[in-house]
């Protein structure tokens, strides 16, 4: 499963920060082997057509954010459904996925990666204004308070976690509480600060078709 998700940045062409503190190290292996899978790294790649860029930015964004084809067709369609009526898509659609819950908690730092976070929202580890939520597509809004459930707090998942915090900064739209162990949504996210390593205007042409 990990050789599997370092596969998916290698055919992207960049890291999409799937595997959590691995992606930072000497041993990932885009920066090992910073080529496509089944290539020696010296091949020249074949052009994709336009219909291929587009499935390929499409699968970026899947992937960056963890979600399934039906998932991520779903927020695309909503946000095209606005179109005439705001100004940026793109800006749209960036902060109905970064004000998913599970998002937030790894944004907060509370998990490695969007994979475990996710995990962790479906096992009920978090509270949300002190009421239990265990659905990772829960939209955040702002002065929500997100916190670990004081029974969960001594678990292998959290242990350490104070220290591994005080080197993580979130993004400028939430709190961290260092001490208490929570965050609260004070901003609004946006595309520039999210900062997705995708072409989202192609996203937008292949599901206008």
Not at 71 to 90: I, M, P, S, T
Not at 121 to 134: A, I, P, T
Not at 146 to 159: E, L
Request: aromatic share 8%.
């Amino acid at each position: 499963m990990v050789e599997a998700k370092c596969k998916i940045c290698r055919r992207a062409g960049t890291k999409l920060f799937l595997k959590g503190e691995k992606c930072l190290s000497p041993k990932c292996p885009m920066v090992r082997r910073p080529y496509p899978p089944g290539q020696k790294g010296k091949r020249r790649p074949t052009p994709l057509s336009e219909y291929g860029k587009q499935l390929r930015e499409i699968q970026k964004l899947k992937s960056w954010y963890n979600l399934r084809e039906r998932q991520f067709k779903k927020y695309v369609k909503e946000v095209l459904a606005k179109r005439g009526k705001v100004e940026d898509l793109g800006e749209i659609l960036i902060r109905l996925l970064e004000k998913r819950l599970d998002n937030v908690i790894f944004r907060l730092g509370f998990a490695t990666s969007r994979a475990q976070a996710r995990q962790l929202v479906n096992h009920g580890h978090f509270l949300v204004n002190k009421r239990s939520v265990n659905i990772p597509s829960y939209q955040v809004r702002k002065g929500d308070v997100i916190s670990i459930k004081p029974q969960k707090v001594k678990r292998a998942n959290f242990q350490n976690l104070k220290n591994l915090l005080k080197k993580h900064t979130p993004p400028s739209w939430l709190r961290l509480d260092l001490e208490k162990l929570e965050g609260k949504v004070i901003g609004e996210p946006t595309l520039e600060e999210a900062a997705p390593p995708v072409e989202i205007s192609s996203i937008f042409e292949y599901y206008s078709r």
